[in-house]
């Protein structure tokens, strides 16, 4: 689990150093342009993804905090359950955890997410992030992509798990 953990804890430092270089660097709402279609913008969001909830009276930190910290214990007893080949699960597992901690950390000591990456095409602007919700997408994608790995094996009558790539090669 040691290796896990350092993969989350590498997110956490760089979305951190990340998130302390555009403070540092930017100015509150002004666009940097980086490339086409790609700004560096210094943002505060108090809501949670796509800024949900940001508009709130100040409730929504609390409950984000909570939420944050519930998700996070529940993904390092997942991780520390594993099977030592699960290997792309907790790979996406520790994404997510550090990506979730990184903002964690933000809630509890700002009050809320430093975001700076602001990516636009035309008049078409995606909310602006930072690293730790690439983590956190990331990690949910390789997730969803395990879940559908998981479905595409069958059982057999004995109950044991048999690819499809085995089931072919056993008939010939």
Not at 27 to 46: A, I, K, R
Not at 65 to 74: H, P, Y
Not at 124 to 142: E, K, L, Q, R, T
Request: net charge negative.
């Amino acid at each position: 689990m040691l290796k896990w953990m350092i993969v989350s804890v590498s997110v956490i430092v760089l979305d951190l150093v990340t998130k302390a270089m555009a403070t540092n660097a930017l100015t509150y709402g002004v666009p940097v342009p980086v490339l086409p279609s790609f700004n560096l913008t210094l943002l505060h969001n108090t809501g949670a993804a796509f800024s949900f909830l940001a508009n709130e009276s100040g409730w929504q930190r609390w409950f984000f905090i909570l939420l944050a910290v519930g998700v996070s214990g529940s993904l390092v007893v997942w991780l520390a359950r594993l099977k030592s080949n699960e290997v792309w699960l907790a790979l996406s597992i520790s994404l997510v955890l550090g990506g979730a901690v990184g903002n964690l950390y933000d809630r509890i000591v700002h009050g809320y997410v430093v975001d700076f990456i602001h990516l636009y095409y035309a008049d078409y602007h995606f909310p602006a992030f930072n690293i730790a919700d690439c983590a956190i997408s990331i990690g949910a994608v390789m997730m969803a992509i395990d879940i559908f790995r998981a479905e595409s094996n069958t059982t057999n009558t004995s109950g044991r798990v048999v690819s499809s790539v085995d089931t072919e090669t056993s008939k010939h």
